[in-house]
């Protein structure tokens, strides 16, 4: 049987994760070897823009107690969860792929040692454009994200990275290659 992989999918906000993952999950729904689960986020899904199971904070700290999340964290005022069934589909052998945050790397690759960092990045510009086009902040509160990196990958990972800035079938491609390369 063939070993199951985590894949981090990280990044800045605006650099497309989102959008690369479900073109992913598209481009690879023949092909048994790819899981990509639903995060479970305490804010409403623009269903144009993000894929995630919402659910308040309540009902997130009661399923969390319940051993629903294989990963949580918090960020920006939310919480975030990758689901606890990610370990049956890696024991199964798939290659789990999820949208996360740095923060989670280092707790991630201790849990799942086969474990592989992909950081999606994009131009400053190109992020700014995409998060206005979101509606969500003003262009003071966009300008502020943008100032902020974020936290950075930990020392000593070295994650694949993903330019998404050009064409949106150019980082369509590198995404799903690098995730062929890791089910390879």
């Known amino acids: 049987m063939r070993q199951g992989a985590l894949v981090l999918v990280v990044g ?7 959008t ?3 073109a992913a999950r598209t481009a690879l729904a023949g092909d048994g070897r790819f899981s990509f689960p639903r995060r479970v986020v305490t804010r409403t899904a623009v269903v144009e823009l993000e894929d995630h199971d919402s ?7 009661r399923q969390k107690l319940r051993g629903a999340y294989a990963l949580d964290w918090e960020a920006h ?3 975030y969860g990758i689901p606890a069934a990610i370990d049956a589909a890696m024991v199964a052998g798939r290659i789990v792929v999820v949208n996360t945050s740095r923060k989670v790397i280092e707790r991630a690759i201790e849990k799942y040692p086969n474990c592989h960092v992909l950081l999606v990045t994009a131009r400053p510009e190109v992020r700014a454009r995409r998060l206005a086009g979101r509606g969500r ?5 966009i300008g502020a994200r943008l100032q ?4 950075p990958v930990p020392e000593g990972i070295v994650p694949e990275i993903i330019d998404n800035s050009a064409g949106l079938d150019e980082g369509i491609a590198a995404f799903v290659s690098a995730l062929r390369r890791i089910a390879d």
Not at 55 to 61: R, T
Request: hydrophobic fraction near 35%; aromatic fraction near 4%; include cysteine.
């Open 148 to 151: 902020r990196e974020g936290a």
């Open 12 to 18: 800045p906000s605006g650099a497309g994760k989102d």
């Open 55 to 61: 659910v308040d904070v309540n009902e997130f700290a």
């Open 137 to 141: 902040e003003s262009a003071e509160d």
């Open 20 to 22: 690369l993952l479900g």
């Open 77 to 79: 005022g939310l919480c």
